[in-house]
T-cell receptor, first 107, second 112 residues
Framework: DAKTTQPPSMDCAEGRAANLPCNHSTISGNEYVYWYRQIHSQGPQYIIHGLKNNETNEMASLIITEDRKSSTLILPHATLRDTAVYYCIAAYSTLTFGKGTMLLVSP | DAGITQSPRHKVTETGTPVTLRCHQTENHRYMYWYRQDPGHGLRLIHYSYGVKDTDKGEVSDGYSVSRSKTEDFLLTLESATSSQTSVYFC???????????FGSGTRLTVV
């Protein structure tokens, strides 16, 4: 799996967009970019994934740069319930979780 | 989480005893995984299975064994528990082994 780099923490005001960056400069051609989040001590929750194209689902949008060396997860209207650790993973199959970004959404 | 159950949810055991954790799924997914989560380490893969009786090692497999005799059950055994195996253990399932893992609620294991 390619190594990913994420900021350890970020803050966001409720109702605003949260943009979480991830660097994966050593990603190889068949590796996907996955995003998961973990709320408090629950099991991680799948958010979204992509290979080359930008992706959107009901939870978030994923923007992948053209050279695939970095990506951004966008939560369009963050709520207090989005406070969690967000993990960016670059892998083909089995997932390796780093330390992620602790996103704190405040009123 | 719907479709995946871990048992027990909490367990305290003594050093040197064998311990088995169970992961049960009702989704008929082919792939199942065991992770452990410790402060400062994130989630680390212990073992995974890609079918009945088909398993492979992950990043931190020493001291652990697994078995999968049925699609729905994936057992993790600590052959002789040590204090370093005190952790939260998560099971995950996937139907394609690529994306959309579903994780269980975790088992908090304390070895004293």
């Amino acid at each position: 799996d390619a190594k990913t780099t994420q900021p350890p923490s970020m803050d966001c005001a409720e109702g605003r967009a949260a943009n979480l960056p991830c660097n994966h400069s050593t990603i190889s051609g068949n590796e996907y970019v996955y995003w998961y989040r973990q709320i408090h001590s629950q099991g991680p929750q799948y958010i979204i994934h992509g290979l080359k194209n930008n992706e959107t689902n009901e939870m978030a949008s994923l923007i992948i740069t053209e050279d695939r060396k970095s990506s951004t997860l966008i939560l369009p209207h963050a709520t207090l319930r989005d406070t969690a650790v967000y993990y960016c993973i670059a892998a083909y199959s089995t997932l390796t979780f780093g330390k992620g970004t602790m996103l704190l959404v405040s009123p | 989480d719907a479709g995946i159950t871990q048992s027990p949810r909490h367990k305290v055991t003594e050093t040197g005893t064998p311990v088995t954790l169970r992961c049960h799924q009702t989704e008929n997914h082919r792939y199942m995984y065991w992770y452990r989560q410790d402060p400062g380490h994130g989630l680390r893969l212990i073992h995974y299975s890609y079918g009945v009786k088909d398993t492979d090692k992950g990043e931190v497999s020493d001291g652990y064994s697994v078995s999968r005799s049925k699609t729905e059950d994936f057992l993790l055994t600590l052959e002789s528990a040590t204090s370093s195996q005190t952790s939260v253990y998560f099971c995950a399932i996937s139907d394609n082994g690529l994306y959309g893992y579903t994780f269980g609620s975790g088992t908090r294991l304390t070895v004293v």
